[in-house]
């Protein structure tokens, strides 16, 4: 990856002349099966674009209570876009269920803001949507006139997951924003994707927000690199997570929830910080109760997690 970014070919992709930007965002375009693509800075700036592109000022998202893109992302739509959000809470299948979001769909009436559009997140702490929810999401959407914005961050799990091609959980959005970083590996960048017209006014929000970047081909080369040859190997993520999972199954019961490259250990503090404390001694570094493999934890690693739980 670091080899492409120092050989990646640049331009000013200000106006659309940097030819890895041009190839990475092609690429993605094609991946997806959807018109277009935006390489963008973060995740965050990808979900932004999506709200600034589908919503006025005065409409409203529907969004999760914990969504990345209403909790986490410092209110941006309502600052920047006047959009108010609708939070809903999650099912514990990481579902927004289709009747919470009919019945909080605001009717046409002048005391209320306009509902535009749906936001779901792919994954949900790991949680793959299945094509048969997203199917009935997107026949609410476009039964009631709204937009479907699907936060794919970790949208690449979702497919390798389920055994499918991500263009077919993407065809039943209208865009779907994705991390190049986290799981796929590159030190920078996401991609907002969805119809031309869409990906033409998200172009132009970029620019407003400081983010048109003038040589990226550099980063973008790291992209590339990520979408051609860390994608299919998040099934090795998967599957070491399943194997920590069985160890602290083992050791600890069924309070281990576990999808795809993400674990959640709900054990009492009694017993999760003394559990911490020996994985510490061992050499193992670990985050409270969520755990998240990447490409950077080897099966070596692996193997010592694993030790070190079964000898707590
Ligand atoms: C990380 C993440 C984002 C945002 O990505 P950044 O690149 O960190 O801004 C958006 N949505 C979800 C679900 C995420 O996990």
Known sequence: MRAAMSAAEVGDDVYGEDPTVNRLEALAAERFG????????????????????????????????????????????????????????F????????????AAIKPDNIHFARTRLVCVENTHNGIPLSL???DSVAALCSEQGLALHMDGARVFNAAVALDVPVQDIA????????????????????????????????RRYRKMLGGGMRQAGVIAAAGLWALEHNVRRLADDH?????????LRDRFGDTIRQATNMLFVDLPEAVLAPLLAHMRAQGVYVHRERWVLHR?????????????????
């Open 132 to 134: 048969g929810y997203l």
């Open 91 to 102: 099912a514990s299948n990481g579902e927004l269920p289709v009747d919470a979001i009919r």
């Open 34 to 89: 959807m018109q277009s693509a935006l390489f963008v800075t973060s995740g965050t700036q990808a979900n932004l674009l999506a709200l600034l592109s589908h919503c006025q000022r005065g409409d409203e998202f529907i969004a999760g209570q914990t969504a990345h893109a209403y909790r986490f992302e410092a209110g941006g739509a309502a600052v920047l876009g006047g959009i108010q959000p609708q939070p809903l809470p």
């Open 171 to 202: 065809q039943r959005c209208d865009t779907v924003s994705v991390c190049l970083s986290k799981g796929l590996g590159a030190p920078v960048g996401s991609l907002l994707i969805g119809s031309a017209g869409l990906i033409d006014r998200a």
């Open 296 to 312: 950077d934890v080897l099966e070596d690693d692996v193997a010592r997690v694993i030790e070190a739980i079964r000898s707590a």
């Open 239 to 247: 599957a070491h997570a399943e194997r920590i999972a069985a160890a």
